[in-house]
């Protein structure tokens, strides 16, 4: 496995991106990974890494970088605690415009690297990214070929770059894991979700018993077998399209 973290310019500075692939073989296709909330840790790493030990070229990058932070730490549970009001904070700081530029700037870098092929794109975001991961795929048609929101937030609002409207917009193959109790996506919203994608080429899956962040080893909400679940079905899902 090779596995670095490179300065990736872009139009508003440079974001520290974690890159993980085999050592051997390739060009390998790409998956952008957009980070949740609590943003880079070494959790996250190990996430890439088993994606890359798959056969990907995987990109983890800071979506903070234009606030110049990048690893949080530990948070508190209580909502008020300062670490959590910052958190909330920079998830604030950032929207989809801003992303997508992100976005380009990470596939113009990869572009030039031999083990990267970057006509074919996977993404996948967890919880404030998943609407990232899925707009990658109507932003940038002809590259991603598959995109998965893993108990993604602001999944149906009213803007038109609502992920629950990206099934029209899109070839890429959709796919929404969502928590059973799950205060960012409740029952309502999930429910638009399975409504914009009738008829796609896309699936919306609710994961029984589980709560949001259910697929992150470190949370106290783990669930050991709906992780799993979500590993399988990422993995066939990219083994489906990025070919």
Known sequence: MIEQQIAIPTKD??????????????????????????AIREELRDMARRFATSGYYVMLPNLYYRSGAMELGALPADPNAPERKRMFALMASINIPMIMDDTRALLTYAEGQTAANTKIVGTVGYCMSGRYAVNAATHLADRVKAAASIYGTHLATDEDNSPHLAAGKTKAELYFACAETDIYAPTEIIEKVKQGMKGANAEVEIYPGTHHGFAFPKRPVYDRDAAERHWERLLALYRRNLV
């Not at 500075?13 to 609590?38: C, K, N, Q, S, W």
């Open 13 to 38: 500075g440079h974001t520290a991106t974690f890159i993980a692939h085999p050592e051997r073989g390739g060009p390998f296709p790409v998956i952008l990974f957009y980070m949740d909330a609590p």
